[in-house]
């Protein structure tokens, strides 16, 4: 007969496939940092146990020493033992995706009490990644208020590179009284200042530029230049010359 102590004693403890589970878990968050679905850890228990079904995973997961197990190493399980979000990740995701809320994830997550692996662990969870880029794209709209008013503070502001923008944007530029040709030119001078340090250099190039965008021919040398310095002879090249008939 089995004594109460006994009981329990089985009770509290792991059966074989309980510990195939928790060793399966740890396998794949501690080699790829994914957390494995309910259905992989059923495909993976049913290889040496035919008659397995997935309520038994389910009710494995609900077990007190599996939970102490999987949580004793760390590992995020919970987001796929159940179909809904739990309060604690509705909770990181809205803490995290606040952007009025200027500390960083791992402060925000800190206060929470979750350890940052754990949270980009759920973000492989579909629904839990869907959550949280439904907040992102959310707060691209609330931003965007924010983000006008600031540029328009800018532009009144005589910030030319906001102006510039602005005009761009808008194509203010094509009614320029100034052909894009000659905006293109004198886009072209900028980069050459850029790279280009010899103010000769650069005044040469310039002057050129300057004579194309008139619609005016460069100069074009026709003469050769004249090679100055000794000429020295190969006599093999002249003796291959003369077999050729060269010469």
């Known amino acids: 007969m089995v004594t109460r102590k006994q009981y329990y004693a089985i009770k509290e403890g792991l059966t ?20 494995p ?10 290889k040496t146990r035919d008659n397995l079904r997935i309520t038994s995973v389910n009710y494995y997961l609900t077990r007190k ?10 590992i995020p399980w919970r987001q ?9 990740q509705q909770a990181a995701a809205l803490t ?7 500390r960083s994830i791992a402060e925000k997550l800190d206060q929470l009490g979750i350890l940052p692996a754990t949270y980009y662990a759920w973000l492989q969870d579909p629904v839990f990644n869907n959550f949280v880029n439904s907040l992102a794209d959310q707060n691209k709209i609330n931003i965007r208020p924010t983000a006008v008013a600031e540029f328009t503070k800018k ?24 052909p894009q040709s000659e905006v293109l030119l004198r886009m ?22 300057k004579l194309a965008s008139a619609n005016r021919t460069l100069e074009v040398v026709t003469e050769q230049p004249a090679i100055t310095g000794e000429v020295i002879e190969d006599p093999e090249l002249e003796h291959a010359k003369r077999q050729l008939g060269f010469g």
């Open 80 to 88: 796929h033992s159940q179909e809904e979000l739990t309060p604690q």
């Open 16 to 35: 074989a496939a309980e510990k195939d589970l928790i060793g399966y878990y740890e396998l794949q968050w501690f080699l790829t940092n994914t957390v």
């Open 188 to 209: 072209i001078v900028e980069i050459i200042q850029k790279h280009v340090k010899d103010p000769e250099t650069i005044m040469a190039i310039a002057q050129d530029i």
């Open 37 to 46: 679905t309910v259905e992989q850890v059923y495909k993976h228990l049913r």
């Open 65 to 74: 020493p599996v939970i102490k197990a999987l949580d004793d190493r760390g």
């Open 155 to 178: 532009v009144n502001s005589g910030d030319w590179n906001a102006v510039k923008f602005f005009l761009e944007v808008t194509g203010e530029f094509a009614n320029n009284t100034a």
């Open 96 to 102: 995290v995706m606040n952007f009025a809320d200027e």
